[in-house]
C-alpha cells in the first residue's frame, strides 16, 4: 500500500512562512483527496486543509484559513500546504494522507506519511 511522503517542515520564526509538500503517485492523486493534519504533542490529530482529487475544490480549517493554502499543479505533482503568518501554536507534526470520503474526518482517511515537523518559534 503507498505510503505518502511529506518535506519541507522545519524551524521558523512566528510571523514566518514555510511551504509543505506531500508527494503521492499519479494513481493516488488522479483518484483520491489528499488532506493535511497535524498533531501536537497530547493532543488529538486534527484536520488543516485537504484537496479534492478533482485538484479544483478545497477545504481549510478555520484556525489557519487567510493563512494556508493547498494546492497543486496537477496529478503528476505534489500537493502543497503554503503556511504564512506563522504562529507558535501552529507548532506540530503535520501529516497528509489519502481518501475518497468526507475531506475533514481523520478517520475517513488512508495511507498516512510518517509526518514533518514545524516548530514555529517567539
Known amino acids: 500500500q503507498e505510503q505518502l511522503v511529506e518535506s519541507g517542515g522545519g524551524l521558523v520564526q512566528a510571523g514566518g512562512s514555510l511551504r509543505l509538500a506531500c508527494t503521492a503517485s499519479?494513481?493516488?492523486?488522479?483518484?483520491?483527496?489528499i488532506g493535511w493534519f497535524r498533531q501536537a504533542p497530547g493532543q488529538e490529530r486534527t484536520f488543516v486543509a485537504a484537496i479534492h482529487y478533482n485538484g479544483r475544490d478545497t477545504a481549510v480549517a478555520e484556525s489557519v484559513k487567510g493563512r494556508f493554502t493547498i494546492s497543486r499543479y496537477n496529478a503528476k505533482s505534489p500537493v502543497y500546504l503554503q503556511m504564512s503568518s506563522l504562529k507558535t501554536e501552529d507548532t506540530a507534526r503535520y501529516y497528509c494522507?489519502?481518501?475518497?470520503?468526507?475531506?475533514?474526518?481523520?478517520?475517513?482517511?488512508?495511507?498516512w506519511g510518517q509526518g514533518t515537523q514545524v516548530t514555529v518559534s517567539s
Open positions: 494522507a489519502a481518501t475518497r470520503g468526507a475531506l475533514r474526518d481523520p478517520g475517513n482517511y488512508h495511507n
Open positions: 499519479v494513481r493516488t492523486n488522479s483518484w483520491y483527496s
